[in-house]
């Protein structure tokens, strides 16, 4: 269990600039998204782009809904997983509201996508982010946008109370 301590003080130090092209670090060693130490998660690895960040991903056998194709379901976490690294750029916390996923496409175990996302909008706490999620040829598989809403520290406190 990550000590909620130690993980507010590595988000303090996340929310600074980071050079572009370089790993961004995962939320916290447990992320479901992008934890390295959670045997369930999907091990999501981010850089910054420019003003937003990309991934390239492949799902695996952990993930499958239909044979051969990956769930919707764990394609929906990492892409929200994926939006949570922009907050290292915005510099505030925030947290999911509103998630919208439109599968173009099946998003096959075993091949990898390059997934892209970004801030569309900034209005008061509400975040609008779009992303994306393209093959190898650049065929566009499917899309995303979210509402995050920034909160405080408190948010994040509850789960251990
Ligand atoms: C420093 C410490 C770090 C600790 C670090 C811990 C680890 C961190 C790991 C992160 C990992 C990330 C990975 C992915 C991110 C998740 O997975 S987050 C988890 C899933 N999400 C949740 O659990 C959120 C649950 N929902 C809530 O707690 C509350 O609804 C919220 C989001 C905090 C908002 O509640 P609220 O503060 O009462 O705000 P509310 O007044 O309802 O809405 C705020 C504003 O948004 C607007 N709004 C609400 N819904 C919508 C909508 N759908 N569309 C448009 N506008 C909307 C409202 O109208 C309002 O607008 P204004 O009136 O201010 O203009």
């Given at each position: 269990m990550t000590d909620l301590k130690s993980m507010l003080a590595t988000w303090a130090e996340k929310f600074r600039p980071h050079a572009e092209g370089v790993d961004l670090p995962p939320h916290h060693e447990q992320c479901l998204g992008c934890g390295p130490d959670n045997p369930h998660g999907h091990h999501l690895q981010v850089r910054r782009y420019g003003d937003g960040v990309v991934a390239e991903h492949t799902f695996d056998n952990r993930h499958v809904g239909a044979p051969g194709i990956a769930h919707g379901g764990a394609v929906a976490t990492v892409i929200d997983d994926l939006y949570?690294?922009?907050?290292?750029?915005?510099?505030?916390?925030?947290?999911?509201?509103?998630?919208?996923?439109?599968?173009?496409?099946?998003?096959?175990?075993?091949?990898?996508?390059?997934?892209?996302?970004?801030?569309?909008?900034?209005?008061?706490?509400?975040?609008?982010?779009?992303?994306?999620?393209?093959?190898?040829?650049?065929?566009?598989?499917?899309?995303?946008?979210?509402?995050?809403?920034?909160?405080?520290?408190d948010h994040f406190t509850r789960g251990t109370q």
């Open positions: 949570g690294f922009l907050l290292y750029l915005v510099g505030a916390p925030a947290v999911t509201r509103q998630l919208t996923v439109d599968y173009r496409a099946p998003v096959m175990i075993g091949t990898p996508y390059r997934m892209e996302a970004g801030v569309t909008n900034q209005e008061g706490r509400k975040l609008f982010l779009a992303a994306s999620l393209t093959d190898r040829d650049g065929f566009l598989v499917a899309t995303s946008t979210a509402v995050f809403v920034t909160v405080g520290v």
